[in-house]
């Protein structure tokens, strides 16, 4: 067993963790993200949470990979709030489901659809998954300063990557193909796997979350016959969740 204020899974403990957290899902894109904190270190690396803690403005930060979907994200959102984090920014890929996302285009999730297992063992199915305003308008404002091409407004949030690049192969296909048919219709930017839990976990717990996605390419784009640009150059998304961070911490 573990000492007390060890966290079991991300085996960090208060005063290991900033106040300001960077989620990413790759532990491998941790340490890249930690490049642009100041004296940036290892805290810890255990299952699929590797974290780094440093500085911006002065501030502790830190970065925390969370691996891939729902449970595991919860999981990070969680025992990091236990060791005092207050705000939380989710830097992802998402691939576009509106024909004007197109590859490299970066998403500023304001809300989450809850196609997800996890988020039902908090709240009930109605309970919304919104990101905070000051969060989202730190993001864009660093998006902005950043000139880069940013879209505001819901994103959905799924638990199985293949339901939506092989659903014809799942024999729910028709009601994952219903569903997508409904995400076109209503405006939906993009598709994911972790923020409606970062948001969900977030409001719950009292924590400020907030994410920005890049654009990897978009299959409706490529179904409709138009261009479709690919890239997996996370730079820029990371640029401006350490901005979004930097701007928060000026303005409080």
């Not at 290991?16 to 340490?31: A, F, W």
């Not at 004007?100 to 659809?113: F, Q, R, S, Y």
């Amino acid at each position: 067993m573990l000492p007390k204020d060890i966290q079991f899974h991300i085996k960090c403990k208060p005063g290991d963790i900033g106040r300001y957290v960077i989620l990413t899902g790759d532990p491998k894109r941790v340490e890249k993200i930690a490049k642009y904190l100041d004296d940036a270190y290892l805290i810890a690396d255990n299952r699929e949470y590797v974290i780094y803690t440093g500085s911006i403005c002065g501030e502790k930060v830190s970065v925390c990979s969370t691996g891939i979907g729902g449970p595991s994200a919860a999981i990070a959102v969680e025992e990091l709030h236990a060791c005092g984090a207050e705000y939380m920014i989710r830097v992802g890929t998402c691939g576009g489901i509106a024909e004007k996302v197109i590859g490299g285009d970066v998403i500023i999730p304001t809300a989450a659809i809850r196609q997800e297992g996890t988020t039902l063992q908090y709240v009930p199915s109605e309970y919304p998954a919104v990101a905070d305003f000051s969060v989202v308008s730190a993001l864009k404002k660093a998006a902005d300063g950043l000139n880069a091409t940013s879209h505001l407004g819901v994103v959905q949030s799924k638990d199985s990557f293949y339901g939506q690049h092989s659903p014809e192969t799942m024999p729910v296909f028709f009601e994952l193909d219903q569903k997508w048919q409904a995400w076109k219709k209503a405006g939906v930017l993009a598709s994911e796997m972790e923020c409606s839990t970062v948001f969900v976990v977030g409001n719950v717990r009292g924590i400020k979350t907030g994410s920005v996605l890049l654009a990897i390419w978009n299959q409706e784009r490529e179904k409709a016959g138009l261009s479709n640009p690919s890239t997996e150059d996370t730079d820029l998304a990371i640029r401006i969740a350490v901005k979004a961070i930097e701007n928060l911490i000026k303005e409080l």
